[in-house]
DNA sequence: CGTTGCGTTGATCTCTATCAAAAAAGGTGG
DNA sequence: CCACCTTTTTTGATAGAGATCAACGCAACG
C-alpha cells in the first residue's frame, strides 16, 4: 500500500527532473512516520524545518479560526507533498496538518533540499515553476472567496476535477465544505440546487456533470 | 522621479543577490513605457511574458468579479515588481494591472529571467524563497477572507503596515477595501469602531495606533 | 438495537453588500 | 481667498447571502 519515497518525489512536479543520483542525496536517510486518522502532524506556527512526502493515506492542511471553523487549504494524497514551499521560506508553519486517514509520511529537511538547489541550477528552475504554479492556484481561491458565492465555488470545484463527466468528493462534504470556505448547510443546499436544475447528478461521493455549459455560466454569470 | 532600474531590481528580494554583470544580462534592452493613471497596463488572460518594474508611480494588480466587484492583490509603488511570479508558470496573468497614478513601468520578458536562472543557482534560491514569501502571504490573505470579519482583517492589516505605530494608506479608502476583501462603506464603519473604542487615530490617510495590544486581541478573540 | 458520525432540511440571526443622500475634502479657475 | 466642481467619505436604511441553531433521517458499526 504504500509508495516508494523516491518514486513519489519523482513525480512531484518539485522534483520530476531530478536524475537518480539528485533523488538519492535529497533523500538519504529519512525518517518515517505513522500517523493514525485524526492525528496532527504539523501545528501552525512550528519552526518549519521539514517538508512532508505522504507514502500512504492522506493529510489536510487547514487554517483554523479563533472560533473554531476550518478553512482547507489542501487534501493531499498519498503520492503528495507538503510544506515543500514552507520550507524555504525560513521561518514557521504557516498552517497545521492533520491525518484524515492512516497515514505513513517521510519527513525530508530543509537543508537537503537547499544543497541541493544551490548546486543544480535545474533544480531550481523546476521549483521555480512549481512555486509558480501554486501562487496561481492561491490567486484562483482568494478570487473565489473575495468574488463568487458558494454555488459558483462549488461550481468551478466540479470542473476543475472532474475527469471525462466525474468528479469523486475528496472526503466528507464537511470537508469539501471546509474547502470551498464555507460549512456543510450552505453547501448541501447548493449541491440540491445543481441537482434540481438538472446540472449535475450526485450520489455517493461521485458526482456527475450533465450539463456543463450551465457550470461555466455559473462562473461567468455571476 | 524615477527609479533606477538596475537599483530597482537590486532591492527587490528576487533579485537582490545579482551581481553587476548578472544584472546588466538581465536587464539588456529593455521597453520603458509611460502610462497615465487609470491605463490598464496587463489584463487578465494574456500570455504572460514579461513582468513588470515599477520606475515611477504607482500601480495596482487585482481582479474582477463577473458584476465589477474588484479585489485587489496588491498596490506596487515605484520600486516594486509585478508579475515576477506569473512569468514562470508558463501561461496567462492571473491577474489585471492597472496605473492608479502617472506611472513609468519597464518590460523585462520571460526569456531574460530563465536564462540567467538556468545558468546560476544562486539566482534560484533566492527566487525560490521570494516566491515562498509571497506565497505566505496568500495564506494569510485566504485566512482572512475565510475565516475573519472586516474589522479584524483591517486590524491585521494596520498591524502589519505600521512602523512604529503608524501607517499611512495606500491610496484612498476604497483601495484599501478592495485589498480587504471588502467595499468603502462597511471599511468605513469598522473604522469609526477602532476610532471610537480609542483603539486607533486616523486622519488624512495616516492611521496612529493607540492600543497595540486591542488590535491584537481583535486577530486573537474573533 | 443503541450509538456515533454525517447529511439534509428548516428557522433564525448576523454580517456585509447595496442603495441613497448628505457631508467632507480637494482641486481649479477666477 | 473664494466659489464651484469633482471625488471621496460618512452615515443611514434596506436587503441578501450565508453562518448558526435545532431537529430529524440515515447509514455504519460495535
Redesign the pocket.
Known amino acids: 500500500m504504500d509508495q516508494d519515497l523516491q518514486s513519489v518525489l519523482l513525480s512531484a512536479p518539485l522534483f520530476s527532473q531530478l536524475r537518480p543520483e539528485q533523488l538519492d542525496e535529497l533523500v538519504g536517510p529519512v525518517d518515517i512516520k505513522r500517523y493514525p486518522r485524526g492525528t496532527e502532524i504539523i501545528r501552525v506556527g512550528e519552526p518549519a524545518d521539514a517538508f512532508l512526502v505522504v507514502l500512504s493515506g492522506a493529510v489536510k492542511v487547514y487554517l483554523l479560526s479563533p ?1 473554531g ?1 476550518e478553512h482547507i487549504l489542501h487534501m493531499v494524497q498519498s503520492g503528495g507533498l507538503v510544506a515543500e514551499a514552507a520550507v524555504f521560506a525560513q521561518g514557521t508553519y504557516p498552517a497545521s496538518t492533520m491525518a484524515t486517514e492512516d497515514s505513513t509520511v517521510a519527513m525530508v529537511r530543509r537543508a537537503r533540499v537547499t544543497d541541493l538547489l544551490q548546486r543544480d541550477p535545474e533544480v531550481g528552475l523546476a521549483m521555480v515553476a512549481g512555486l509558480s504554479r501554486r501562487l496561481r492556484e492561491f490567486v484562483s481561491v482568494i478570487e473565489d472567496l473575495s468574488l463568487r ?3 459558483s465555488r462549488l461550481a468551478r470545484f466540479i470542473l476543475e476535477n472532474s475527469t471525462d463527466g466525474r468528479c469523486r468528493l475528496p472526503g ?3 470537508e469539501l465544505a471546509a474547502q470551498l ?6 453547501l ?2 447548493a ?2 440546487k445543481l441537482k434540481e436544475r438538472g446540472t449535475i447528478d450526485e450520489q455517493s461521493g461521485v458526482i456527475e456533470v450533465i450539463d456543463r455549459d450551465a457550470l461555466e455560466d455559473l462562473l461567468l454569470g455571476t
Do not use: C, I, N
Open positions: 472560533d471553523r458565492d458558494v454555488a466528507t462534504k464537511t470556505g464555507t460549512v456543510l448547510e450552505p448541501s443546499r449541491l440540491r
